[in-house]
């Protein structure tokens, strides 16, 4: 999660991307972030900074944006 949100601004200002490690995260158990809300906040705050997601990624991370509960 640090190295993920530590990228994400500089990828918005149109740096590159770690799109295997932002996969890997997106595509946990969606139990996991029910278990671990505050991990799921800090990504979905990464993840609304990324612009320019690539077609192998994007898909996953709206899954990964709608799969999480209203509160977080």
Do not use: C, H
């Amino acid at each position: 999660m640090e190295i993920l949100r530590e990228k994400a601004p500089g990828q918005a200002a149109g740096g590159f991307y770690d799109d295997d490690l932002l996969y890997a995260v997106v595509t946990v158990s969606p139990q996991m972030w029910t278990e671990f809300p505050e991990l799921a906040r800090e990504l979905k705050e990464a993840v609304t900074m990324l612009t320019n997601l690539s077609g192998y990624v994007k898909p996953d991370v709206e899954g990964f944006l709608a799969s999480l509960p209203e509160e977080i």
